[in-house]
């Protein structure tokens, strides 16, 4: 094991994210190599900076026209240097405020400085990287983002513990969840990824059924379980009812136990729709975990950044940041938010006008950008195939059981005639005609 590693891990060891980390994790470090080296003489190499791999011209980084005509608003440093591994420290910054902003009941010493990763998925990535080992047992909900199972099962060999989503009555299954939790512990460690709003079925929990999911994991944590929380709010803030629970669980589960890691993967992929912009953020919260122990678990998270993709896109960043900083933003995302919620408006509508169908059932929805019908009688793929080949409607299958819609990519105007065709053609194929 490198030293560095082994710094590390002695600094984190006794805290849940040293007893969390798998063998990749704790094999992880940040070289003081040339990164920490160039870093370093960026503050005292006066005379020449000879350290990193860029090529400069009388102290500027020599660009090609075309970059700068294309990116006429952004500097040459702001268009073509790296980014400094863990982010550019403004845009980190500026993360953090939105975060608290965005979450009145965290603190700013509840939670680590955000790290900028190339996406969520490269952030869900890394945090199997430095949790999940071979066989470590993984709870998701059924369903879930389909990349997960690629992610943790095989990328890292984790063994995956489907949790049902939904009770009979259209909210969370608490049991199901309650049951989880309890076998998950048994083993002293439990791992879980919560994604809300969630993909494929665009639910978001209510403030009780927050309360009564935080309360079975803080149950556990009590009774000596360590537990590893990932929040992946990849759809945040696109809430369309009053009911819906507007803080992150992450805001709640960083102050609920010294035995709960809380681990918020957000950005703007969506929630600013920047969505090729290839940003995220990865941000740490635990009770039991002081500035120290952060600032280690980020050194743990910039070797697996340094390993893989050596930093993120640097034009992103700045334009992030421009984002955050024009007067503009907030009403245009406020109309972009109300464009969303009267598509879900129209799908809410259309489902009222027809509440039954044979063969097509609405999961509970109430944010993101999606809805999703589970198929009886019919399967979900064949479903899909059909309304492709026959009507050039897109949708997506999950398996054979759910069908998911996109109402965030259709025009308002278009909801009813894509929805009946939907309905139409499920029915014709249940009947088989
Ligand atoms: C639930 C969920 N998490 C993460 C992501 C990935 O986000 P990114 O495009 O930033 O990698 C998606 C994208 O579809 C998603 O639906």
Known sequence: MNYLADELNFLLDGTVAGRLLSPLGRRLYF???????????????????????????????????????????????????YAPTAGIPEARKAWKDRILRHNPSLGAEQMSLPVVVPGLTAGISYMADLFLGEGTPMLLSSPCWDNYELIFQERRGAELREIPFFDVAGGLDMGAFKHALARAAKTGTVRIILNFPNNPSGYCPTVSEADALLAGIGEIAEEGADVLVLCDDAYFGLFYEAACMKESLFSRLAQAHERILAVKIDGPTKEDYVWGF?????????????????????????????????CSNTPAQYLMLKTLQDERTSAEKERYHTLLQRRYQGVKQFL?????????????????????????????????????????IGTISFGETYLRVAFSSIDEEQIPEVYQLIYDTARDMGSGT
């Open 278 to 310: 290839r940003m995220g953020f990865i941000t740490f919260g635990s009770l039991g975990l002081q500035e120290r122990h952060y600032e280690g678990l980020v050194k743990k998270l910039m070797g697996a950044i340094r390993s893989s993709v050596s």
């Open 352 to 392: 009222h006008e027809h509440p039954a169908h044979p063969h097509l059932r609405p999961l509970p929805f109430n944010a993101g950008y999606f809805m999703s019908f589970r198929c009886t009688g019919i399967r979900a793929e064949a479903l899909r195939q059909e309304l492709l080949a026959k009507h050039g």
């Open 31 to 81: 070289p003081k190599g040339i990164i920490a080296q160039s870093a370093e003489a960026k503050q005292g190499a006066h005379t020449a900076n000879a350290t990193i791999g860029m090529a400069y011209h009388q102290g500027k980084p020599l660009t090609l026209s075309v970059i700068n005509e294309q990116m006429p608003q952004l500097k040459p440093e702001e268009a073509v240097v």
